[in-house]
């Protein structure tokens, strides 16, 4: 069934020659193919309060979104700025061809298309981009973060000074316990959001995590303190590194919920005690 349907076209950083190409030859495709195109400068480095997400989050019917980030980064950048869930978005960097992917993606156009360009001064940034269907607001980075970042606002973590983060360093991206941050020009695919990749928190970086904050551990529930090695004879605690009595000597609470939890299989098994 025919609709309204546009497409927004962000274009790289830059000025290489290929990429303007394959932007431009795309903006008349689509456009001869009925759908309302409208340009921006590369997504990512739009800023935060920028009218262009407000020309963005006013585009009539489905959107099509195609930029130079992971489809992730994209869906994430627009429901924080323009409030609106893309039907599709392309990397034009992968390996899928963009224009079949938008046509089968969107219902056959009504009407002629135009193609509208936001000629806005951009320059490049990098900050961390919150995916909130990861986000659980545990508050880890804000506490974690030296340079003010984050800020709590009504129960959610927001980045409200996104340009205090420092260039290339995706530290608090490691930190998260449910991979919810994303740095979408990081060369690591997970951290970046690539699909098929959701990143793991970093054991080093959550160790640093608690010594920084002194909180205490869930896990073994001691502070962690700069530089502390186990003794001879200790373990650390997988979660925050401090030293801990060896497993065998004092089951832990893992190993303890671990071991009710084999009872409690033990007796459901037919012959088991629950039989
Ligand atoms: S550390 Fe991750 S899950 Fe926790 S508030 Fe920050 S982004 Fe959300
Ligand atoms: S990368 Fe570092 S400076 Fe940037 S927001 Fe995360 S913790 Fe703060």
């Given at each position: 069934?025919?609709g309204?349907?546009?497409?927004l076209?962000?274009?790289?950083l830059g000025?290489?020659?290929?990429?303007?190409?394959?932007?431009d030859d795309?903006?008349?495709?689509?456009?001869?193919?009925?759908?309302?195109?409208?340009?921006?400068?590369h997504?990512?480095?739009?800023?935060?309060?920028s009218?262009?997400?407000?020309?963005?989050?006013?585009?009539?019917?489905d959107l099509a979104?195609?930029?130079?980030?992971?489809?992730?980064?994209?869906?994430?950048?627009?429901?924080?700025?323009?409030?609106?869930?893309?039907?599709?978005?392309?990397?034009?960097?992968?390996?899928d061809?963009?224009?079949?992917a938008?046509?089968?993606?969107?219902?056959p156009?009504e009407?002629?298309?135009?193609?509208?360009?936001?000629?806005?001064?951009?320059s490049?940034?990098?900050?961390?981009?919150?995916?909130?269907?990861?986000?659980?607001?545990c508050?880890?980075?804000l506490?974690?973060?030296l340079?003010?970042?984050?800020?709590?606002?009504?129960?959610?973590?927001?980045?409200?000074?996104?340009?205090?983060c420092?260039?290339?360093?995706?530290?608090?991206?490691?930190?998260?316990?449910h991979g919810?941050?994303?740095?979408?020009?990081?060369?690591?695919?997970a951290?970046?959001?690539m699909?098929g990749?959701?990143?793991q928190?970093?054991?080093?970086?959550?160790?640093?995590f608690?010594v920084?904050?002194?909180?205490?551990?869930?896990?073994?529930?001691?502070?962690?303190?700069?530089?502390?090695?186990?003794?001879?004879?200790?373990?650390?605690?997988v979660?925050?590194?401090?030293?801990v009595?060896?497993?065998?000597?004092?089951?832990?609470?893992?190993?303890?919920?671990?071991?009710?939890l084999?009872?409690e299989?033990?007796?459901?098994?037919?012959?088991?005690?629950?039989?």
């Amino acid at each position: 069934m025919a609709g309204s349907s546009s497409v927004l076209l962000c274009r790289h950083l830059g000025s290489d020659a290929a990429r303007t190409s394959l932007e431009d030859d795309l903006a008349r495709r689509l456009s001869d193919s009925g759908r309302t195109v409208l340009i921006t400068p590369h997504l990512y480095h739009l800023p935060h309060g920028s009218d262009a997400w407000h020309e963005i989050a006013a585009l009539p019917g489905d959107l099509a979104v195609l930029g130079w980030i992971s489809p992730r980064a994209i869906e994430c950048l627009l429901r924080e700025h323009a409030g609106i869930e893309p039907a599709i978005a392309v990397d034009l960097s992968g390996p899928d061809d963009p224009f079949a992917a938008i046509e089968a993606a969107l219902a056959p156009a009504e009407s002629p298309g135009d193609v509208r360009e936001l000629d806005l001064p951009v320059s490049a940034r990098w900050y961390p981009v919150i995916d909130r269907s990861r986000c659980t607001s545990c508050r880890h980075c804000l506490q974690f973060c030296l340079f003010g970042v984050y800020e709590a606002q009504e129960r959610r973590v927001v980045a409200v000074r996104p340009d205090s983060c420092k260039d290339g360093c995706p530290a608090c991206a490691r930190v998260c316990p449910h991979g919810a941050i994303i740095f979408p020009l990081s060369d690591e695919p997970a951290i970046a959001g690539m699909p098929g990749t959701v990143m793991q928190p970093d054991a080093a970086a959550r160790r640093m995590f608690y010594v920084r904050t002194g909180r205490h551990c869930p896990l073994c529930g001691k502070v962690a303190e700069a530089g502390q090695q186990p003794a001879p004879g200790e373990a650390a605690c997988v979660e925050c590194g401090a030293p801990v009595e060896r497993p065998d000597e004092a089951p832990s609470l893992v190993h303890e919920e671990i071991d009710a939890l084999i009872s409690e299989l033990d007796a459901l098994t037919p012959g088991g005690e629950g039989e």
